[in-house]
Nanobody
Framework: QVQLVESGGGLVQPGGSLRLSCVAS????????IGWFRQVPGKEREGISC????????YYADSVKGRFTISRDNAKNTAYLQMNSLKPEDTAVYYC?????????WGQGTQVTVSS
């Protein structure tokens, strides 16, 4: 049974930082590209960052470029999203995604709230 479990969300003031973690089980983690998405109620889920299986390629949406950093530790079956200089508009539920051409898995999400 494949599981992706996100953690690290919470309440942070504008300008603050959080690090999200995504721990995977039940799959061969280093085969999968990992993405981070976020969703605000009433809006579509937005892809904000992803990292290739080999860790050699990363992508960032313009909205987070220069502030967020994605990484992975294949030995720990874990992906991370370091979020710096957080803004109120970053408030959302953040989801981890593991993807192959024939498989696609999601975590349950972790809430990030940026507010003073």
């Amino acid at each position: 049974q494949v599981q992706l479990v996100e953690s690290g969300g919470g309440l942070v003031q504008p300008g603050g930082s959080l690090r999200l973690s995504c721990v995977a089980s039940g799959l061969t983690f280093d085969y999968y590209a990992i993405g981070w998405f976020r969703q605000v109620p009433g809006k579509e889920r937005e892809g904000i960052s992803c990292i290739s299986s080999s860790d050699s390629n990363t992508y960032y949406a313009d909205s987070v470029k220069g502030r967020f950093t994605i990484s992975r530790d294949n030995a720990k079956n874990t992906a991370y999203l370091q979020m710096n200089s957080l803004k109120p508009e970053d408030t959302a539920v953040y989801y981890c995604n593991a993807r192959l051409s024939y498989a696609n898995y999601w975590g349950q999400g972790t809430q990030v709230t940026v507010s003073s």
